[in-house]
């Protein structure tokens, strides 16, 4: 009998009152609206890594949702990902009250110079011992190109024209600056540093430009844990060649499916492993002790989602103004600067276009994912049967109401899974790279693209 492939689950959350599901932060029992108290983040660390999750995955966007309507006012009303706080704010205080999980940071790199970001990376892999991810995004809201004083985003595939050009020069800053041995910390000669293993940057890409040294030294894992989300066409090349890890989306098995094998197909292609890039998908997860008490559950969080607020959210990931719509029209595909994948999910790809109606329910097109409701036990059956369906290595699992959601998944559905011999049961010594993939070191892997320019470092 094979062995059953060990999972990887995220807590998926955001520094906003609201993420997938506007309105819930309404909620008797949620206490989202303290999304900008320290202690709602080390109370969830804490919650998380004694479910023994892999990783704390926060959601970021540079901007606000403003398609709907042409205006901000239904996603402000609603708290839909707005207001939000920066999210590498938060990792030092979660590391300092835990000493196992991982924190998955969406950053946006476009408004972010290489030269400070890696300053600002490497220091919280310093702070958290190596428990650092950054999930590489490019942004898609014209609300935020305006706020930077841009008339305009990039368009699509240009954003991951840029985005090659700024891992070369990233990689460069993190991994060929500093030789392995530059820092002494020699008290007796008095040499911290050693000069002359400490090596200029001269990049001179066709959107950024470095030439100087980095300003920190090599953290734990020198490069934090890749991960990456977009499967469109050329976020799947991006993904093949850079991304450890990237979370996708998918309403049907099939739709998932497709997408787990882009981008193993693409990793093949830019001379890495198929395994190499563990395919994480979104889920929403409500689980209970029985199954009454779960669809029950369902029923009293949908009365608290916000209409308006949700199809600001969707409007904005799809740049579709849903506003134009009525709730029985199916989602039109029109090309955009927004994610091209979740709606060619939910256009193209899918069995018939998603209604409008759809996408403000808890259902898998207003999910863009699985719904899975249930029991332990048949939550974990419907887990099996994505995994089973999908070749997809782990989830990242959606807050619905805080914190009984992620009490819920730690309390019910962590111990099931680990019965049936598809969760761990202690977590491994060492950084999140170490966790994740444990035949490998802290370092990025020789066929991943990063480790070419630690190896040639000069002398």
Same mark, same amino acid.
Request: without cysteine; hydrophobic residues 40%.
């Given at each position: 009998?094979?062995?059953?492939?060990?999972?990887?689950?995220?807590?998926?959350?955001?520094?906003?009152?609201?993420?997938?599901?506007?309105?819930?932060?309404?909620?008797?029992?949620?206490?989202?609206?303290?999304?900008?108290?320290?202690?709602?983040?080390?109370?969830?660390?804490?919650?998380?890594?004694?479910?023994?999750?892999?990783?704390?995955?926060?959601?970021?966007?540079?901007?606000?949702?403003?398609?709907?309507?042409?205006?901000?006012?239904?996603?402000?009303?609603?708290?839909?990902?707005?207001?939000?706080?920066?999210?590498?704010?938060?990792?030092?205080?979660?590391?300092?009250?835990?000493?196992?999980?991982?924190?998955?940071?969406?950053?946006?790199?476009?408004?972010?110079?290489?030269?400070?970001?890696?300053?600002?990376?490497?220091?919280?892999?310093?702070?958290?011992?190596?428990?650092?991810?950054?999930?590489?995004?490019?942004?898609?809201?014209?609300?935020?190109?305006?706020?930077?004083?841009?008339?305009?985003?990039?368009?699509?595939?240009?954003?991951?024209?840029?985005?090659?050009?700024?891992?070369?020069?990233?990689?460069?800053?993190?991994?060929?600056?500093?030789?392995?041995?530059?820092?002494?910390?020699?008290?007796?000669?008095?040499?911290?540093?050693?000069?002359?293993?400490?090596?200029?940057?001269?990049?001179?890409?066709?959107?950024?430009?470095?030439?100087?040294?980095?300003?920190?030294?090599?953290?734990?894992?020198?490069?934090?844990?890749?991960?990456?989300?977009?499967?469109?066409?050329?976020?799947?090349?991006?993904?093949?060649?850079?991304?450890?890890?990237?979370?996708?989306?998918?309403?049907?098995?099939?739709? &998932?499916?497709?997408? /787990? +094998?882009?981008?193993?197909?693409?990793?093949? @292609?830019?001379? *890495?492993? #198929?395994?190499? $890039?563990?395919?994480?998908?979104?889920?929403?997860?409500?689980?209970?002790?029985?199954?009454?008490?779960?669809?029950?559950?369902?029923?009293?969080?949908?009365?608290?989602?916000?209409?308006?607020?949700?199809?600001?959210?969707?409007?904005?990931?799809?740049?579709?103004?849903?506003?134009?719509?009525?709730?029985?029209?199916?989602?039109?595909?029109?090309?955009?600067?927004?994610?091209?994948?979740?709606?060619?999910?939910?256009?193209?790809?899918?069995? &018939?276009?998603?209604? /409008? +109606?759809?996408?403000?329910?808890?259902?898998? @097109?207003?999910? *863009?994912? #699985?719904?899975? $409701?249930?029991?332990?036990?048949?939550?974990?059956?419907?887990?099996?049967?994505?995994?089973?369906?999908?070749?997809?290595?782990?989830?990242?699992?959606?807050?619905?109401?805080?914190?009984?959601?992620?009490?819920?998944?730690?309390?019910?559905?962590?111990?099931?899974?680990?019965?049936?011999?598809?969760?761990?049961?202690?977590?491994?010594?060492?950084?999140?790279?170490?966790?994740?993939?444990?035949?490998?070191?802290?370092?990025?892997?020789?066929?991943?693209?990063?480790?070419?320019?630690?190896?040639?470092?000069?002398?």
């Amino acid at each position: 009998m094979t062995q059953a492939r060990e999972l990887r689950l995220n807590t998926f959350q955001m520094a906003a009152p609201s993420h997938n599901w506007a309105g819930l932060w309404r909620h008797p029992r949620d206490n989202q609206a303290q999304y900008n108290r320290l202690r709602y983040w080390t109370e969830m660390a804490r919650t998380a890594e004694r479910g023994l999750l892999d990783s704390i995955f926060i959601a970021d966007v540079f901007g606000i949702y403003d398609v709907y309507g042409h205006s901000a006012d239904a996603a402000l009303r609603a708290a839909a990902q707005s207001p939000s706080a920066d999210p590498a704010m938060l990792v030092s205080a979660m590391a300092l009250v835990t000493g196992h999980i991982g924190f998955g940071i969406t950053s946006n790199l476009t408004y972010d110079h290489p030269f400070s970001f890696a300053r600002r990376f490497s220091t919280l892999d310093h702070l958290s011992d190596g428990r650092l991810g950054w999930n590489i995004v490019t942004g898609y809201l014209e609300s935020g190109a305006h706020g930077m004083g841009l008339a305009q985003s990039r368009s699509h595939d240009e954003r991951y024209e840029a985005a090659e050009d700024y891992m070369r020069a990233i990689y460069q800053l993190w991994e060929g600056s500093w030789e392995e041995e530059a820092v002494l910390r020699d008290r007796q000669s008095g040499i911290f540093t050693d000069p002359s293993k400490v090596h200029m940057v001269d990049h001179d890409g066709p959107y950024y430009q470095v030439h100087a040294r980095a300003l920190a030294e090599p953290s734990p894992q020198r490069t934090p844990v890749l991960y990456q989300a977009g499967t469109s066409r050329r976020g799947r090349v991006f993904a093949g060649r850079h991304a450890e890890a990237v979370f996708l989306n998918g309403q049907t098995p099939p739709i &998932a499916a497709q997408a /787990v +094998r882009a981008v193993r197909e693409a990793a093949q @292609a830019a001379g *890495r492993a #198929p395994h190499d $890039v563990l395919a994480l998908l979104g889920a929403t997860v409500i689980v209970a002790p029985t199954s009454a008490e779960a669809h029950d559950l369902k029923e009293e969080y949908r009365r608290h989602l916000d209409v308006q607020g949700q199809l600001a959210l969707v409007s904005g990931w799809t740049g579709v103004d849903l506003s134009q719509l009525s709730p029985d029209d199916a989602l039109p595909f029109v090309r955009s600067n927004a994610i091209q994948s979740t709606l060619e999910n939910l256009t193209i790809r899918a069995e &018939a276009p998603a209604r /409008v +109606r759809d996408l403000i329910d808890f259902s898998p @097109a207003g999910a *863009r994912g #699985p719904v899975l $409701v249930g029991s332990p036990a048949e939550v974990a059956d419907q887990i099996e049967a994505w995994v089973a369906a999908t070749d997809v290595d782990g989830f990242n699992l959606v807050r619905t109401v805080m914190p009984e959601s992620l009490e819920a998944i730690v309390d019910l559905l962590v111990p099931e899974l680990q019965s049936r011999g598809l969760f761990k049961t202690r977590y491994r010594e060492g950084t999140l790279r170490e966790k994740l993939f444990p035949s490998g070191s802290a370092y990025l892997p020789a066929r991943h693209p990063g480790a070419a320019y630690r190896q040639q470092a000069p002398h």
